[in-house]
């Protein structure tokens, strides 16, 4: 079972940036494709942004041209730039597998991200 840790959120003023990492034990990391999730409290959770194993890369309107999905896999570990964040960016973050079939590993503690004054 792969397991996942999520770092690197913390509060950041409107405009502000952070930069995200997912670190995930096991050696199938490479082979599958990842995504970023929020949820916000309230509501459901989104996925914001995905990168197959081939590094193709598709963002969530709300998060198009600010935020960038990268990820390493020598260190089997996908990270999330976020620029210009606004106040409707505040969730907590996951990563996780990204498949059609909504199939998920066990989910880890997720990393919050407020964007407040």
């Known amino acids: 079972q792969v397991q996942l840790a999520e770092s690197g959120g913390g509060l950041v003023q409107p405009g502000g940036s952070l930069r995200l990492s997912c670190a995930a034990s096991?050696?199938?990391?490479?082979?599958?494709?990842m995504g970023w999730y929020r949820q916000a409290p309230g509501k459901q959770r989104e996925l914001v942004a995905t990168?197959?194993?081939?590094?193709?890369?598709v963002y969530a309107d709300s998060v198009r041209g600010r935020f960038t999905i990268s990820r390493d896999n020598a260190k089997n570990t996908v990270y999330l730039q976020m620029n210009s964040l606004k106040p409707e960016d505040t969730a907590v973050y996951y990563c996780?597998?990204?498949?059609?079939?909504?199939?998920?590993?066990?989910w880890g503690q997720g990393t919050q991200v407020t964007v407040s004054l």
């Open positions: 990168i197959s194993s081939r590094s193709n890369i």
């Open positions: 096991g050696s199938i990391f490479s082979s599958n494709d």
């Open positions: 996780n597998r990204n498949n059609p079939y909504n199939v998920f590993w066990s």
